[in-house]
């Protein structure tokens, strides 16, 4: 019970240091001059004078302040299908509420006369198979109407734009709560966040019966008119991730959600690609989004509502962004992609942050891309305008990170990277090196893996390498397995090896001196797969899985848009058919596990940038710290990377520390060892493979009162 207590106290401190970290619009929004949030006035001038070619209403916030606005900012307009993006919130509140547990679940389970209707819907064996999740990411197969809709194609086969299935999904909400959405919405959302029936109207249902089993029936494919400053509140609260002065709205896993492309949607054959060109690669929960980079000069991160005559809510969540604008249509250029008329508004936007660069969010520093040997594949550029800022809130127990001088860092085993390490019940910390010769005495021939202990605590320590025929392996870069992982669980240390297609695991019961691999290999992502670190010989624990994590991609070598994780028993590791993967949390915030790994769902989002990590739990701090690198061309002499922290492996994450340029090269890969952290927890050690070397420097954490 003490434990309960002390962990509701801690989600309250965070809660109320969360609240207190931003500044809400209530009543108003606060506002800021441009170079005192780190944007280019120029530029947003320049947004803004585009946004005009069709009359209208904006503004621009950044850190929660209205930087520039235009037009009348209690005007309603008609905001068309961004309705599509406000009514998946109430989606959201049913989730919140375990009213749905998950959105793949029949629809019929909810509207017992799903798709009839006078007029019919086409094949009945398809409506039966159609899920919340397909009327969210338009893959349903409803045409685009915002009637009764026919079916077109097979749920989850192609992606087709619609009014229709959004429509059904709003009456899906209507019978679960048997009220009428637009009330549950001011009493759950809009109310709270300041918006008033004069700010914001939702029309009936255009399309049906006015009424559904005595309630009134709404839709979501269109209906919504609103003032830019309404729209801004809501774009606001998805930049919160779903809280509002503290309190949770909103699961944080439903806005993820919303804002990124499932892998089940991404590539999907697109029904009128003229009009909508590549759709399933840039759409998520009824929410638009630039996931592929389709608009080169904007984050990968940011996503928008996007109605006809360009109504906009658009939130960049690496930029602290929020921006909002309705009017008329913006002008078209013939045969130009979907996206392309959207270029002009967002682009300066985005540019005005990097331009700025006044902001502790921003980088006066070129975006690094990633770590990279002479033998590794070139990694994909960054697009032009990539994002520039740490994709979560900061921290609430974490206030911050200071690093000793660059002249104290220590540095061993020069020419080795990698470096993942497992402390064991020795208390020594095992670990591996790559595309080296380890520590001095060198071996005699350069090693794509070989093994080292490593001895005392910093300043004072000592490495020496473990030889081991039945482990090492040879080959630079992706020519050779590498080790990612190691853990020891019950006196048998364990490996996680990469470049094995994609992944494999090896075990040693004599302390690394031989070792049995496993014949199978993880074929679906986890392509750099690191155990979740704990006390000595894995004390600690919380629980009795031991955890893995790795970027959702099949390569090493390319950064993805999220990163996963996966358990096993900790007797049974080296069993295939014992991992679990996630697959997102249910209503009541608790995890949910699957063996089908197509089903893995994002346990941290940053698009475009997820790549090699390592993750460690602080006890005193009871908070797991999550180090990612940054890709970049070559990080091992200029990069950047980010420490995030949370109260569980899924989350929710914030960021202890960011940095697009580290005074000196972060390495390809980097963690926190659990052993050199000190009894307050306010003592670290990074271990990273700067300079091609077994580095390690002292990390000061001022955490909040």
């Known amino acids: 019970m003490n434990a309960i207590r002390g962990c509701l106290a801690a989600l309250l401190l965070a809660a109320t240091a969360f609240a207190a970290e931003h500044p809400w619009p209530m009543p108003d929004w606060p506002t800021a001059d441009p170079a005192d949030v780190g944007m280019d006035a120029r530029l947003l001038q320049k947004a803004r004078d585009y946004a005009l070619t069709g009359s209208g209403s904006g503004i621009i916030t950044r850190h929660g302040r209205a930087v520039i606005t235009w037009g009348d900012q209690a005007a309603r307009y008609d905001l068309k299908s961004s309705t599509k993006s406000i009514g998946m919130t109430s989606v959201g509140l049913a989730m919140m509420d375990s009213r749905i547990t998950t959105l793949d679940v029949p629809a019929k389970r909810f509207h017992p006369t799903f798709g009839e209707a006078k007029d019919g819907t086409g094949n009945r064996e398809w409506l039966g198979r159609i ?41 899906c909400i209507t019978l679960i709560y048997t009220r009428d959405v637009s009330d549950l919405m001011f009493e759950r959302v809009f109310t709270p966040l300041g918006i008033t029936s004069a700010d914001l109207s939702w029309r009936r249902n255009a399309y049906r019966p006015h009424e559904l089993d005595g309630v009134v029936r709404r839709e979501f494919g269109s209906g919504i008119s609103a003032g830019v400053d309404a729209m801004a509140r809501i774009g606001y609260l998805y930049l919160r991730r779903g809280r509002w002065q503290g309190k949770p709205i909103l699961p944080e896993a439903f806005v993820d959600a919303c804002r990124t492309v499932d892998p089940r949607v991404r590539g999907l054959p697109v029904v009128g690609p003229e009009t909508y060109g590549k759709a399933s690669d840039h759409y998520g929960l009824l929410w638009w989004n630039n996931a592929d980079g389709t608009l080169a000069d904007v984050p990968r991160d940011a996503y ?39 270029a002009p508004f967002l682009g300066p936007i985005a540019q005005a942050v990097r331009a700025g660069r006044g902001s502790v969010r921003s980088s006066p520093f070129p975006v690094a891309r990633s770590p990279a040997d002479a033998d590794d594949p070139p990694l994909p550029q960054r697009a032009r305008g990539e994002e520039v800022g740490p994709p979560y809130p900061p921290s609430a127990v974490i206030r911050k990170v200071a690093w000793a001088p660059a002249s104290e860092i220590i540095r061993l085993a020069k020419g080795s990277d990698n470096w993942p390490l497992a402390w064991a019940d020795d208390d020594r910390l095992y670990t591996a090196y790559g595309d080296g010769n380890g520590f001095q005495p060198f071996t005699e021939k350069k090693l794509s893996l070989g093994l080292a202990v490593v001895t005392g605590r910093p300043p004072d320590i000592r490495g020496e390498n473990l030889r081991s025929e039945s482990a090492e392996q040879y080959g630079g870069g992706a020519r050779g397995k590498k080790a990612s992982g190691m853990i020891m669980v019950d006196s048998r240390l364990y490996m996680a090896v990469r470049n094995a297609g994609n992944s494999q695991m090896a075990c040693s019961r004599d302390r690394g001196r031989s070792w049995t691999w496993t014949g199978w290999t993880f074929t679906a992502s986890f392509g750099c797969p690191t155990f979740v670190g704990f006390g000595k010989g894995c004390a600690g624990a919380r629980d009795g899985f031991v955890y893995l994590v790795s970027h959702d ?16 028993p900790k007797d049974r590791l080296m069993d295939r ?27 941290f989002t940053h698009p475009g940038r997820c790549y090699r990590s390592g993750i460690s739990y602080c006890a005193p701090l009871k908070r797991y710290l999550w180090v990612q690198i940054v890709p970049g061309d070559d990080t091992r002499f200029r990069g950047g990377f980010g420490v995030y922290d949370a109260p569980e492996p899924w989350g929710p994450w914030t960021t202890a520390y960011f940095t697009e340029q580290w005074d000196v090269g972060p390495g390809e890969t980097a963690s926190l060892p659990t052993k050199w952290m000190s009894d307050d927890g306010r003592t670290l050690w990074l271990v990273f493979s700067g300079d091609d070397c077994f580095s390690v420097r002292q990390a000061t954490l001022t955490l909040a009162p």
């Open 577 to 603: 058919q014992a991992y679990e993967v996630y697959e997102g949390l249910d209503a009541g915030g608790s995890p949910l596990w699957t063996r089908d790994f197509a089903r893995r769902a994002a346990v």
């Open 131 to 171: 899920t919340l999740f397909h009327l969210a990411t338009q893959t349903a197969g409803f045409e685009k109407p915002g009637g009764t809709g026919r079916l077109l194609f097979a749920p989850g086969t192609k992606w087709a734009y619609s009014d229709s299935g959004p429509n059904w999904l709003a009456e």
């Open 553 to 568: 991609a099949d390569s090493a070598y390319k950064p993805a848009d999220r990163m996963v994780l996966a358990r096993a």
């Open 304 to 342: 928008w509502s996007w109605g006809l005559y360009d109504s906009l809510i658009v939130v960049i969540p690496s930029l602290d962004v929020v921006c909002a604008r309705a009017g008329k249509s913006w002008k078209r250029a013939q045969d130009a992609d979907h996206y392309a008329v959207l």
